[in-house]
């Protein structure tokens, strides 16, 4: 028995561990575990903070409205609004219209909005911070799914307007986009038009932050984690369009348990959140 004791210690120190819930961890590029403390200190230097979010995660959702709370200067760029609801979205922003009127004047505002989105817009709101809406207008991007790039230029200039500069720089080797076509994938099919409408949304979310960015504000861009992932889509272009800008990634995984960084998923950004995989979802 007394030769058991050291083992069943180190089992109890175990399992006591294990039983200890978190909700998040932070890690580096590296895969080293970081304090927030320390990720904010780089953030505040940032021009642009591409935030990859999953849609469905409320840690993701908090980690963005704690962020925005804590930047001394900040406006905040959405995918989850497209560059053609701008107006809708600035009334709503002015106290103008409500939530209901916004969703009726746009293409819908998300599920998860009043859960997830409201408190942010809120939080803007109170520190006249600007709102951009930053997506490609989806008509668009089925133009280009259907037809290829060429489709956009024979559009009226009002159009245009909406859209990057004509036509976008493409690179159809870029993982994110080949992985799109690759055989096994469930987008063969689709042939090279289904990346090229992930482009131009990508190129659509990238030139909207380039033209709103303001000096000494930090551009706080929401957007799902493969839209900037691997230092790709919205990070590729904004790398074209501005490659002066500091730009800082952060993008949420999930995993059974967040102690650690699992070895394949280290480096996708500079900054993880790292939350359980049995996390709630909003919706």
Known sequence: MLRL??????????????????????????????????????????????FGEY????????????????????????????????????????????????????????????????????????????VVATNTPRRFARMVFQRGFVVLQSLPAEDQALLPPLPPPYDPELPSYRAMVMPGQGMGHNGENFPKAQAIKDATMAWYIVKNVRPGRTFLHLNGSYHSDDYEGIGWYLRRYKPQLRVVTITTLEQPNVDRLQAELIGKADYTLLVPDNMIKSY
């Open 55 to 130: 849609h469905d995660n409320p840690i993701a959702h908090w980690m963005e409205l704690t962020i925005a709370d804590r930047l001394p200067g900040y406006d905040l760029g959405m995918e989850m609004f497209e560059t053609d609801e701008q107006e809708p979205l600035d009334r709503f922003l002015a106290g103008e219209i409500t939530v209901g009127d916004l969703d009726s004047l746009t293409g819908g505002v998300w599920p998860n909005f009043k859960t997830d989105y409201l408190p942010l817009l809120d939080l803007a709101r109170r520190d006249s911070a600007r």
């Open 5 to 50: 004791l050291p083992f069943l210690f180190l089992a109890s120190t175990y399992l006591s561990a294990q039983s200890e819930p978190r909700a998040f961890a932070l890690f580096d590029k590296k895969g080293k575990e970081v304090s927030f403390k320390k990720m904010m200190k780089e953030l505040d230097d940032a021009d642009i903070i591409l």
